[in-house]
């Protein structure tokens, strides 16, 4: 098992750096990146810890590439990573950016984590050479002399993440076949980690058991374990609820199951990929998505303070295009009589969509931000806009009509195939109850290229429809070849 990340932190250990500031002898000082580095325990079991590090830039020019290095005392090592380049030389460790997210704009901040087997905490930071404390780079505790051993990290790629250890406290069961993956899914308590073994699951894999926050479920394996399902099949209830002679066609299905961490195999040729219903405090990392009819990834149901991250998602929408959206955050509101399960509103709130790659060939929105969901994280993607396929009103990366939202230093880029508008753009659809959709939303530090086809980069549908709750949009976004502009709103230093 390679992760077990809690949404809110459990432990925090901070270290603060400083790049090379560019400092005169003088009030005054040229432009130049200043960073600064953060490390914080997301998780801790009995031995070890996964934990998530911050590379700030609070600088006045953009920094184009970081290093952290630190050292872990002896019986404390890094046993996986992501999203960054990993290398080690005795208790001293190396993370280098990857291609997608090496530039950290003035204002603006790139992550990374890794996985800890052993309680160490870091020393001895530095990050671009300089203290993670602030002043002169700290002087190194001697370490045993090894050779390097590069070890990537895993990053979104087809080979995937490797799996560590599993924490203990709870059981391992280790999976080989579909049969024993559907009874593994079927009798999970709190704590348990199913394993899967490299190969093809053909089946229908469903779950409504319940891990607790602080004992939750995790479902692990390797990019080449792979679960398809070939259905659907049978005749289902009005409204989607596992049902026994029915087969959803679903790739995973979590219903009425918060509290898992799903980590590192791959969902493919299947109606949907994952979905989660009702299923709360649920993380997916480091998955591969792809080939689905519809959806990749959908948090529906009021499945709130979710994560998906360090994952790709790609070809979506094989058989109907207008669904094929990449992630999937909340229900329309015509879906409420289904999905509106807190006060007639599908409330999944404050799901952080973090470091994935999604497309190309994602044939309706990259992300699809629905109306009636509050206050989610949109952060350090990549899009790759190849394949949109126009239908269903789907021509932009990000669609959003929730509110509250921060979308920040992600990259999108677009080329033929495909139809194209804009970027992002919001929408403001009326619903019952009522609330100001589609406002309230902030855009920083990304970067657009629109192909010379785009419209907009960011485009605001309306400002009258958002009194007291307008969307921002930073002046550290930025577009290319793009045919009318940035935005069509103001833009805020």
Known sequence: MRTLRAVAATAAVTLLGVAVPYLTSTAAHAAGPVLRATVTQVSVWATGYGADVTVTNTGDAPATGWTVVFDLPTGTTVSSSWSAVRTQSGQRYTFTNVNWNGTVNPGASQTFGFNAAGIGTPANCTVNGASCTGGPAPSASPSPSTPPSPSPSPSPSPSGPPPSSPPPGGPVVDVVTAAQLSSALGSANPGTTIRLAPGTYRGSFATTRPGTAGSRITLTGPRTAILINDGPSGTGPSCPAPTAGWDSGYGLWLFDAPYWNLTGFTVAESKKGIVLDNSHHVTISGVYVHHTE???????????????????????????????????????????????????????????????????YVAAEHIDVKEGTFDGVIRGNTFDGRGISGQNSADSWIDVKGIGYLIENNTGTFAAPGTFVNGYETHNPATTPSFLNGCGNTWRSNTSNLGGVGQYAIRITSTSKCPGSLNVVHASNTVTNATTGLTNIAVTP
Not at 311 to 316: L, N, Q
Not at 333 to 358: E, M, P
């Open 294 to 360: 519809d959806e990749g990834v959908h948090f529906r149901r009021s499945s709130a303070d979710g994560v998906i991250r360090d994952s790709i998602v790609e070809y979506t929408g094989l058989v109907q295009p207008g669904y094929g959206e990449g992630v999937y955050l909340g229900s329309a509101g015509s879906n409420w009589a289904c999905h509106g399960n807190s006060g007639g509103v599908d409330r999944s709130d404050r799901v952080q969509v973090l470091n994935n790659r999604i497309g190309p």
